[in-house]
């Protein structure tokens, strides 16, 4: 043998670290804005008109539910837009399942609780019994949802997280065996 060191290897030349373009990014943001500002227009819009005779049997309370759960599953594709070089993507990696969830939640809620509550009007009708049914009659849906998903979420967050992280790609390997491409998730 030598005492002579081999030369160093060159240095990796990634081809493809599996980021999603600009464009793309772009487009998504840009129909995730749009949903963003047509419940807040909806919502102020039935907040507006709340008094009307339809929007009152439409029952504002639940159909402001919808316009706020759906804006937060939009905000959601803000977070999941994010990429490689910018900070805070382990932060991107919890935020976008909680407001999925609770977002979808709220909206899924307003829908139950709406169905709920005219079932139990039909079920008096049935009986030739009037029914008064309120919104503070049927919220507890709503409220049970939330509170198991905020609990849920939370012991997720607490005890195993989504962490961002580069995966390289063994199956796309340089001369000496080294990964030339790579991909990042949560």
Do not use: Y
């Amino acid at each position: 043998g030598s005492t002579t060191p081999p030369p160093p290897l060159p240095p990796v030349q990634r081809t493809d670290e599996g980021l999603v373009s600009l464009g793309v990014r772009g487009f998504g943001w840009a129909l995730a804005g749009a949903v963003v500002l047509l419940t807040v227009w909806l919502g102020f819009w039935t907040f507006q008109h709340r008094k009307n005779k339809m929007i009152r049997l439409a029952q504002p309370l639940f159909l402001g539910m919808m316009c706020f759960g759906t804006f937060l599953m939009a905000t959601a594709v803000f977070f999941l837009g994010w990429q490689e070089p910018w900070p805070h993507l382990d932060f991107a990696c919890m935020a976008t399942p909680w407001l999925l969830v609770l977002g979808f939640s709220t909206a899924f809620s307003a829908l139950f609780t709406k169905t709920w509550r005219i079932n139990r009007l039909f079920q008096h009708a049935v009986e030739l019994n009037r029914a008064n049914v309120n919104a503070r009659d049927v919220i507890w849906p709503f409220l049970l949802l939330t509170a198991t998903n905020v609990g849920l979420l939370t012991a997720w967050q607490i005890h195993a997280p989504l962490r961002w992280t580069r995966t390289d790609d063994l199956d796309n390997v340089d001369q000496f065996g080294r990964s030339v491409s790579s991909f990042g998730s949560c």
